[in-house]
């Protein structure tokens, strides 16, 4: 019953998937790329399906959200978590069971890297999309956007390292060209969260990062559901620029 494609956008290391039904042709965008959103409403009708929802694992501080621009494209709605804050047609709550013809999605919340993450499990396909809470080998960042590691981990470990260990991992980034891993995996070789808690949470009060590049840009975007023109020059000029959009009442 399963379509199942996942990208990896260069230049900016965002991952995405689409989930469709193939009996249905009903489908699903996770974590779209505003910069991308003409090559997926290409993709979708290639493989004769119809966007139902375009939706995010969380508010990205990383990149534009492509939702509000498939939106427009597609006819699609919009979702993400309820916690998130930011703007959307529908909105998931923890455990929440999405369907996408007759493929079913769970919806679980992972905060800690924000409070508003949700992980979606496919659990009849042994899949789950967890945004940026548990990537390869790595995991979220912690320090900005409601970041908590204590939350974090508890989140890791209580709702997806109790998946099967079977189950593949598709996280929202990777910054060495990989896209998939898997609940083994992680919970065997992960460097950060196979520690206890307390040295988990010095390693990522101690990681020194630098201020995220694109913040500044994509969160004011991303808490509005991005931009609705399609792939709009003046709005990639200004993303490339890091130049935030006009300010909005939401």
């Not at 998937?17 to 779209?32: E, Q």
């Not at 967890?130 to 508890?154: E, H, K, P, S, V």
């Not at 620029?241 to 300010?247: D, S």
Request: glycine letters at 6%; aromatic letters at 8%; proline letters at 5%.
């Amino acid at each position: 019953l399963l379509l199942f494609k996942y990208f990896l956008s260069s230049g900016i290391n965002a991952e995405y998937g689409i989930v469709g039904c193939a009996v249905t042709r009903l489908a699903a965008i996770i974590d779209p790329v505003y910069e991308k959103v003409n090559r997926d409403v290409k993709m979708i009708s290639e493989l004769d399906l119809k966007l139902k929802y375009a939706m995010n694992t969380h508010c990205h501080a990383d990149h534009v959200t492509g939702t509000a621009a498939l939106r427009s494209a597609t006819g699609c709605q919009t979702i993400i978590s309820k916690a998130s804050g930011a703007n959307a047609d529908l909105f998931l709550v923890d455990n929440e069971i999405l369907r996408i013809g007759e493929v079913e999605l769970e919806a679980r919340s992972t905060p800690g890297h924000t409070d508003g993450c949700m992980s979606y499990i496919l659990h009849k396909y042994g899949i789950c999309f967890t945004g940026d809470a548990l990537m390869i080998r790595a995991c979220g960042r912690t320090d900005f956007q409601q970041g908590n590691a204590r939350c974090l981990y508890q989140s890791v470990h209580e709702r997806l390292f109790t998946l099967p260990s079977e189950f593949s991992v598709y996280p929202a980034h990777d910054y060495q060209g990989r896209t998939q891993t898997s609940i083994r995996e992680e919970s065997l070789y992960n460097p950060r969260l196979t520690k206890p808690v307390d040295e988990f949470v010095s390693i990522m009060e101690n990681l020194g990062l630098k201020y995220p590049a694109k913040i500044d840009v994509s969160v004011p975007w991303n808490l509005r559901c991005g931009p609705t023109e399609v792939e709009d020059k003046e709005i990639l000029a200004d993303i490339a620029a890091n130049k935030p959009p006009p300010a909005v009442t939401l």
